[in-house]
Structure formats: structure tokens, C-alpha cells
């Protein structure tokens, strides 16, 4: 079993839907939780980072965590064509640790 | 991708051949690190470095080596390349390895062993 698990998709949606996007992990000693995203040919790209459990927003994206479920989401809201990429959530458990990460869902925003 | 720069962006080579791919950083950060990535797979780490000379494993290095002469350039080389390590390779950077820093990536170099 992977330490991260994560669903591939595709997730298509129509613009100005809600996505959400998950990620369950196993090791309840991951304490760093980051959101990368990918556009096709390119490098990820880091979005959103938290510690530990709870919420954090940055305009129209929301990333929770429930340390309880071992559970991360990230929200967008409002989602936009530009928004189609594969979404990659990463972790790590303490200082000096390195990321351990999901194996990205993509998502497409139908216009 | 600013500050990190891999070359070349595409290759093709034939089995059995040696291959170095290269990773320059403009950035001055201590961590390095190369991934390669394919379908189902996402992201694995073959070698990182935490310094000149400072490298170690990843979970996926066989086959590979690495070097870190100077703090902006950290090379991967396949050894005696083989069909199953064609795949898209990134490179990646952080300034620390403490606290909530992430990665930053290059834009990749797309490997065909043929």
C-alpha cells in the first residue's frame, strides 16, 4: 500500500463548478501538507502548503486537512478553463524529512 | 521556472548508452533533488543532494548516479541506459529542508530509451 493514495480521474467539470480534490495518506506522522499543480509539458508548481490540521485559503482555492481521517482536500471555487491541470498533493513528516507524494488527479474545466 | 534550468529538454537514446542530464540553479539552495515521473507512478525521488559532494539515495536509484561538484549544478547519469528508464525527469530545489518549504521544479527533461 502507498503512504499516499491518490485518485487519478480525469475530473471534468464545467466552468464555475466547485472541485474538490483528495488525498488519504497512512503515516499519521506527516505534519507538512502542500498542493502542487501541473500544466501539461511543464514542471508542478507549488500552490498551497498547511500545517498540521485545519484550513487555509488563498482566493478562489481552499486546502483542508483532517489529521484525524488522514485526509487532505483542496477546493476551488469558481473553476476556470486555466484551472485544467493534474493536481498533485505532497507531504512531509518532519524537519529534514523530503516529500513523499500523491500520484496527481487531473482535472478539466469544460468552458 | 525561474532559477532552475535542466538540460537537454529531449532526448533520444539507444539502450546500453550512458546519458547525463543536467539540473542548473541560479537560486544558491542547498537541497537538489531528481525525480522521475511516469502514468500510475507519479513522482519518485532517484537521488537527492544536500550539499557540494553531499548526495544519497532515493527510492528509486538503481541504475542512476549522480554528482554535485559546485552548489548550482547537480547531474544524473544512467549508467547503461535501458527501455524501462525512459520516462520525464525532473529536477527540483529547496532552500530548506525544515519547516513547510516545498520544491521547486524544473521543466523537465523527456528521456526515450530506445
Known amino acids: 500500500q502507498k503512504e499516499v493514495e491518490q485518485d487519478p480521474g480525469p475530473l471534468s467539470v464545467p466552468e464555475g463548478a466547485i472541485v474538490s480534490l483528495n488525498c488519504t495518506y497512512s503515516n499519521s506522522a506527516f505534519q507538512y501538507f502542500m498542493w502542487y499543480r501541473q500544466y501539461s509539458r511543464k514542471g508542478p508548481e507549488l500552490l498551497m502548503y498547511?500545517?498540521?490540521?485545519g484550513n487555509k485559503e488563498d482566493g478562489r482555492f481552499t486546502a483542508q486537512v483532517d489529521k484525524s481521517s488522514k485526509y487532505i482536500s483542496l477546493f476551488i471555487r469558481d473553476s476556470q478553463p486555466s484551472d485544467s491541470a493534474t493536481y498533485l498533493c505532497?507531504?512531509?513528516?518532519?524537519?529534514?524529512?523530503?516529500?513523499?507524494f500523491g500520484t496527481g488527479t487531473r482535472l478539466a474545466v469544460r468552458p | 521556472d525561474a532559477g532552475i534550468t535542466q538540460s537537454p529538454r529531449h532526448k533520444v537514446t539507444e539502450t546500453g548508452t550512458p546519458v547525463t542530464l543536467r539540473c542548473h540553479q541560479t537560486?544558491?539552495?542547498?537541497?537538489m533533488y531528481w525525480y522521475r515521473q511516469d502514468p500510475g507512478h507519479g513522482l519518485r525521488l532517484i537521488h537527492y543532494?544536500?550539499?557540494?559532494?553531499?548526495?544519497d539515495k532515493g527510492e528509486v536509484s538503481d541504475g542512476y548516479s549522480v554528482s554535485r561538484s559546485k552548489t548550482e549544478d547537480f547531474l544524473l547519469t544512467l549508467e547503461s541506459a535501458t527501455s524501462s528508464q525512459t520516462s520525464v525527469y525532473f529536477c527540483?530545489?529547496?532552500?530548506?529542508?525544515?519547516?513547510?518549504?516545498?520544491?521547486?521544479f524544473g521543466s523537465g527533461t523527456r528521456l526515450t530509451v530506445v
Open positions: 505532497a507531504m512531509k513528516k518532519s524537519s529534514g524529512d523530503k516529500l513523499t
Open positions: 498547511t500545517y498540521s490540521s
Open positions: 527540483a530545489i529547496s532552500e530548506s529542508n525544515s519547516g513547510p518549504y516545498g520544491y521547486t
Open positions: 537560486e544558491n539552495h542547498r537541497y
Open positions: 543532494s544536500y550539499g557540494v559532494k553531499d548526495t
